[in-house]
């Protein structure tokens, strides 16, 4: 019998293209989503697969269907969306993890979380491996969902070691691609689209900042590998890329591939923005043999034919 393979924000920008991956590798895929910030465009072409169902629910409330294994990555990721809601996104965080967990247990699924390189918040050790407990700030703008991914976090431990679920925790750094929002706030999908439509460049701070971009295919890659490997390794394992760019080359860089004539402006650095940050992925290399392989400019020019066709469309 095929697994039954449960992703909850499935039709969001890196859960489309795990549900595409996991049905081609032959799993019977169940995508779970609200569509907050997922759409079900992401995900139309799948709609029709004999193996694919979509259920639209928040995961905030409970979850009774039968599993195998669990991708919990329903939850928003990019600063504008969750904090348009702050309380939604820390329920969201927390409840979607307790829900999950519990079904897992229910049904002896394996589960894996969706973490983030925000547990590090602003980080004093650079670049991060997974030993570093961070340095976050409990009250602040970001504290919804960074405060809210250490806690999942937490609950999958508790999980695991109360329980014996069979936990899988990954922290994500900076992915992006195809399937981003146009309005998706974060700084590779503003910067493409603002270029390609000719308008300003915002460069928030002076631009110094810098942040290590990963292709969402590597990404998914490394989600696979960490759910398919051996029993007992828990994570948490950094995935992400660790090349390092600051926001003002990753601006000239877009300007440039995008052939644009848009000028560059600068705009209050946000509340708590880390100002560097990179991972270190010796451990995904060690126990998952994984390691990305798109290159930044590579990846841009992907994503900015994606951008392209949107804008042509919309
Ligand atoms: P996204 O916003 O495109 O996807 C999140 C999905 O979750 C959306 O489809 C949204 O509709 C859904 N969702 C949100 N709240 C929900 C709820 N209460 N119930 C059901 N569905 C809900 O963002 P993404 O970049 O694809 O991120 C996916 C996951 O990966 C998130 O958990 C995010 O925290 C994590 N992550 C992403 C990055 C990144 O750079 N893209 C970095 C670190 C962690
Ligand atoms: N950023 C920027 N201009 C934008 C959007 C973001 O300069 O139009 C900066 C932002 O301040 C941060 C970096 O780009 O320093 C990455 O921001 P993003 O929202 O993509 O992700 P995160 O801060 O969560 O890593």
Redesign the pocket.
Known sequence: MKKRVLV??G?????SHLCEKLLGMGYDVIC???????QKDNIRHLMNHPYFEFIR????GEIYIECDQIYN??????PV?YQYDPIKTGK?SFL?ALHTLGLAKRCHARILQ?S??EVYGDPEVHPQPESYRGCVNPIGIRSCYDEG?RMAETLFFDYHRQHGVDIKVVR????YGPRMRMDDGRVVSNFIVQALRGEPVTIYGDGSQTRSFCYVSDLVDGLVKMMESESGFTGPVNLGNPGEFSMLELAQKVIKMTGSKSEIVYRPLPQDDPLQRKPMIGLAGQKLGWQPKVALEQGLEKTIGYFRDCIRTA
């Open positions: 909850t924000g039709a969001g920008f890196i859960g779970v989503d609200n569509l907050f910030t997922g629910r928040d995961v905030t990555l329903a939850c928003p990721a990019s969306h969201t979607g969706a983030t390189s991914k994500i750094f900076n992915t």
